[in-house]
C-alpha cells in the first residue's frame, strides 16, 4: 500500500480534474475523495457514500477517464472503495472496489444501492411524532382561510386530504396557482389539522429551496442515508413551490425515491406550484408523471367578494376595525396580489397604531396614496440591479460586469429589460451602467429577454415577480 505515490497520483489527476469541473463542482464531489492506493496502473481511491459513487459515475465518467488516462498512461485505470458510515463507530467501515466501467452494469455491482427501488435502509432512527420539527406556522388555519369561487376546489380537495391522508385518490395533491393566491397557507392548514387531528402522523412541510439546501448539505457531508430515512418516515410531506426544483436533477432524483416509498407505503404528498404539471420544464418526465397520479386543482385570483371578506378577517384578527368603505376601497385599489395587500393592511394598521388615527376612507387613501406614489415613481438603476442580482441569487459585481457565464448573463439582461421599463435613461446610459456597455447590447437583451418571456413560462412568472418587487420596492 503505497499512500504517497497514491496522493501524488491523484493530486496530478485532481489537476486535471479541476481544469475540466466548475469550482463548485471540484469543491462538493472531488475534494472529499481520497486516494488509497496505485497498483501498477490502478489508482483506488475511497469516496464518501454509496450515493457519492453513483453520482461520480453518472456525471464525471469522462472527466475521471481523461484524468486517468492523462496521469496513468491509456491503460490506467480507476477502482473505487465506498466508505459507508454507519453512524456506529464500533463497526469497520464496509468497503466494495470495481473498475470504473462507465455508468453501464454498475447497478449489479451494488448491494443496497440507492437508486435501487428496493431501497433498504442502514440506519434507522425512528422518529418522533410529537417532538420532530414539523416546520409549520400554526397561524394558517382552515378557519382563516377564506373560501371564494377562486379557491373552492383546492380548499375542498385539502379538507378531504386532511381528513383522511393518503387514503382518497387524491395523492399527490398538487396545488397550483400564482404569487399570493394562497397556496401555502392552505396547504400548511392542511398540515395543521392533520397534526392536531392525528398525533400519532409525522407531519413535514418543506419548501423547495430547504430540501434541496438540506439534500445538498447531507451530500457533502456524508448523510445521504440519514437524509433518505428522515423523508421515509413521514406520514405527511408538503413540498411547497415544487417549480423551483426545475433542472436540480439529483434533487429531483432523490425527491422521486423519496415520492415512490411514501407513495408505496400509503403516505400522503402534496405539493404546490406555480403552474400545472403540463406546463412544468426541466423535470424528469417519470417525475411530471407521478405529479399527475393524484389530483392536481388550481387557486385563481381572488375576487373582490373573496378579497373584502380576507381584508375584513385579517383586520378582525388584530381587532381592529373597519368600516366597510374602506375594506371595498382596498380590495378594489390593490389589484396586484394577496401578499401586497396583507402589506398594504399591515402599513396601515401600523399607522393607525402610530398616528392613533380612526381607520377611516381617508387615512387608508393616505396610506395607499404613499404607496402608490411609489409605485408610479422612478426606480432607481442601483435598486433595480441590487434586486435582481438578489433574486437570481448572482454577484452584484458580476451581474454589473463583463462575465459571459449564462447564470450572469440572464440576470443582467432582466435587470437591463428592467431598467428600460421603469427609469427614463436612454439605452446608452443603461449600458453605461452595465460595464460600460453600448446601446446595440442593450436593445439585444431587451429581445431576449421579451422572447424567453413568450416561451418560457417560468421565466415569465419571475420575470412578473420581480417586476411587482421593484414597483413596492420590495427587494
Ligand atoms: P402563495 O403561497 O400562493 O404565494 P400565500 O399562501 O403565501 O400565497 O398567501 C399570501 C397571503 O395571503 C398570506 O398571508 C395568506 O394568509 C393570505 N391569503 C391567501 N389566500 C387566502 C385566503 N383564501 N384566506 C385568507 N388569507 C389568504
Ligand atoms: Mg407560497
Redesign the pocket.
Known amino acids: 500500500m503505497e499512500v504517497s505515490s497514491g496522493t501524488t497520483v491523484w493530486n496530478d489527476c485532481l489537476e486535471v480534474i479541476r481544469e475540466n469541473v466548475g469550482e463548485e463542482n471540484f469543491n462538493t464531489w472531488f475534494k472529499p475523495i481520497a486516494p488509497l492506493r496505485v497498483d501498477g496502473d490502478v489508482l483506488t481511491i475511497q469516496v464518501p457514500s454509496q450515493f457519492f459513487y453513483e453520482w461520480l459515475e453518472d456525471n464525471y465518467v469522462p472527466v475521471l477517464k481523461k484524468a486517468i488516462h492523462t496521469v496513468l498512461g491509456p491503460t490506467g485505470r480507476l477502482e473505487y472503495s465506498v466508505v459507508v458510515d454507519s453512524g456506529d463507530k464500533q463497526t469497520p467501515p464496509v468497503s466494495v472496489s470495481y473498475p470504473v466501467n462507465g455508468a453501464g452494469n454498475r447497478r449489479s455491482a451494488v448491494n443496497g444501492s440507492f437508486g435501487n427501488d428496493d431501497y433498504s435502509p442502514f440506519t434507522y432512527k425512528a422518529l418522533n411524532p410529537q417532538t420532530v420539527n414539523s416546520r409549520l406556522n400554526t397561524t394558517?388555519t382552515f378557519d382563516?382561510?377564506?373560501?371564494?369561487d377562486?379557491?373552492r376546489l383546492a380548499r375542498s380537495a385539502g379538507l378531504a386530504v386532511a381528513k383522511k391522508p393518503g387514503v382518497t385518490s387524491f395523492n399527490p395533491l398538487m396545488l397550483y396557482?400564482?404569487?399570493?393566491?394562497?397556496?401555502?397557507?392552505?396547504v400548511q392548514a392542511i398540515g395543521n389539522e392533520i397534526k392536531n387531528v392525528m398525533p400519532s402522523k409525522v407531519v413535514l412541510y418543506i419548501d423547495q429551496n430547504d430540501f434541496t439546501t438540506q439534500f445538498l448539505n447531507a451530500l457533502q457531508n456524508h448523510k445521504v442515508q440519514e437524509f433518505q430515512n428522515f423523508y421515509l418516515q413521514v406520514d405527511l410531506l408538503i413540498l411547497?413551490?415544487v417549480q423551483f426544483l426545475a433542472g436540480r436533477e439529483k434533487t429531483q432524483e432523490m425527491f422521486f425515491h423519496i415520492f415512490n416509498q411514501l407513495h408505496q407505503s400509503g403516505k400522503q404528498i402534496i405539493m404546490?406550484s406555480d403552474c400545472p404539471p403540463r406546463d412544468m420544464k426541466g423535470f424528469q418526465e417519470r417525475l411530471l408523471s407521478r405529479f399527475k397520479w393524484g389530483l392536481t386543482a388550481d387557486?385563481q385570483e381572488?375576487d373582490f367578494e373573496?378579497k373584502l371578506?380576507?381584508i375584513n378577517?385579517?383586520m378582525l384578527a388584530d381587532g381592529i376595525q373597519i368600516p366597510t368603505e374602506v375594506s371595498e376601497y382596498l380590495a378594489y385599489s390593490v389589484d396586484t396580489?394577496?401578499?401586497d395587500?396583507?402589506g398594504v393592511l399591515n402599513s396601515l394598521i401600523f399607522h393607525a397604531t402610530l398616528l392613533k388615527k380612526e381607520i377611516d376612507l381617508d387615512l387608508a387613501k393616505e396610506v395607499l396614496k404613499n404607496i402608490i406614489k411609489e409605485i408610479q415613481s422612478d426606480v432607481s438603476v442601483d435598486f433595480i440591479q441590487k434586486t435582481v442580482a438578489e433574486y437570481f441569487k448572482v454577484d452584484l459585481e458580476a451581474m454589473k460586469g463583463k462575465v459571459k457565464k449564462r447564470e450572469i448573463v440572464i440576470p443582467r439582461q432582466v435587470a437591463m429589460y428592467f431598467c428600460k421599463r421603469y427609469t427614463q435613461l436612454t439605452l446608452a446610459l443603461i449600458g453605461e451602467n452595465f460595464g460600460g456597455r453600448d446601446h446595440s447590447t442593450v436593445i439585444h437583451a431587451l429581445e431576449s429577454v421579451e422572447d424567453m418571456m413568450k416561451t418560457d413560462p417560468n421565466f415569465k412568472a419571475s420575470v412578473e415577480e420581480l417586476g411587482k418587487k421593484l414597483k413596492l420596492r420590495v427587494s
Open positions: 394558517y382563516n382561510f377564506v373560501e371564494g377562486c379557491n396557482g400564482g404569487v399570493g393566491v394562497g397556496k401555502t397557507h392552505l411547497d413551490d404546490t387557486l381572488p373573496t371578506a380576507i378577517r385579517k396580489n394577496l401578499r395587500m396583507e
